[in-house]
């Protein structure tokens, strides 16, 4: 989700890197079953990549909330997915996650179709702000990586790498080996299939919420991808293939 929460950073304070070692971390990466089924050599990469974040990145506490080595370092193993084969250098434009304890309350701008603005307030469970923090909530971090198609940590990451080439819009910097035409082809064939079979009521398998916005798409085909690959190779091989590619490799 790409909106921004307010007047939190009074709250908490910076967590420094996790003191947890490798065999700490492969025990933690045992908890999440996406993580887990991967293969052994994609396990060692995750957690080398996992301490760089660790090491790289800032974890504040909000709402009071102070984040354990535990939590820090689960937000790191998920964080990892994404960058596994690409390196850090994805995530160059966020330097903190501020980690509230549960779902937050956003403050929500939206402008409708005749020019006028609404606002509001929403209950969040992540937020990822161009060249700015990622925000989660560590009660959904933990029911993420089940391997059902939720991954709060992945979706929010995603929004960060599709900003590295300016506004999110489903459309990330893609690798020179990858054809733009191609990755447009794929995406935009599965944004029409969701949004037909919203609006024909039929149960679509991908999160509605993917419907939202472009980016929101990318977002969820990303969760999908690290958290039910088998699911989203069988019902979008293109998306798949298009997405394999970009992260440099498939779990």
């Known amino acids: 989700m ?3 929460v307010t007047g939190f950073f009074r709250r908490g304070r910076p967590r420094g890197p996790s003191r947890l070692d490798r065999i700490e ?3 933690l990466l045992s908890r999440f079953p996406a993580l887990r089924d991967l293969e052994q050599q994609h396990q060692a990469r995750l957690i080398i990549r996992a301490r760089e974040i660790l090491e ?3 974890f504040l506490g909000a709402d009071g909330f102070e984040p354990t080595d535990q939590d820090c370092a689960a937000i790191a193993l998920l964080a990892a997915l ?3 084969k690409r390196g850090l ?3 160059e434009q966020f330097h903190t996650f501020i980690v509230y304890p549960d779902a937050f309350v956003s403050e929500i701008e939206e402008v409708d179709e005749q020019g006028l603005v609404h606002v509001g307030r929403d209950l969040r469970s992540g937020e990822a702000w161009q060249r700015g923090p990622v925000v989660l909530a560590m009660s959904d971090v933990w029911q993420s990586g089940q391997g ?3 991954n709060v940590v992945v979706h929010e990451l995603a929004h960060q790498i599709d900003h590295r ?3 999110a819009d489903g459309f990330p910097l893609l690798p020179q080996s990858m054809r733009q035409d191609t990755w447009t082809e794929a995406f935009t064939a599965a944004w029409d299939r969701l949004n037909a079979e919203i609006e024909q009521g039929i149960q679509p398998g991908l999160d509605p919420y993917a419907a939202e916005s472009p980016a929101e798409f990318f977002a969820v085909a990303s969760e999908m991808f690290f958290d039910a690959p088998d699911w989203l190779r069988g019902d979008y091989p293109a998306l798949h ?6 992260y440099g490799y498939s779990p």
Do not use: T
């Open 82 to 84: 994404p960058i596994a």
């Open 241 to 246: 293939h298009q997405l394999s590619a970009l």
């Open 89 to 91: 250098r994805w995530y």
């Open 165 to 167: 080439n300016g506004d």
């Open 25 to 27: 971390l492969a025990q």
């Open 148 to 150: 059902h198609g939720f």
């Open 56 to 58: 790289a990145k800032s």
């Open 2 to 4: 790409l909106n921004r």
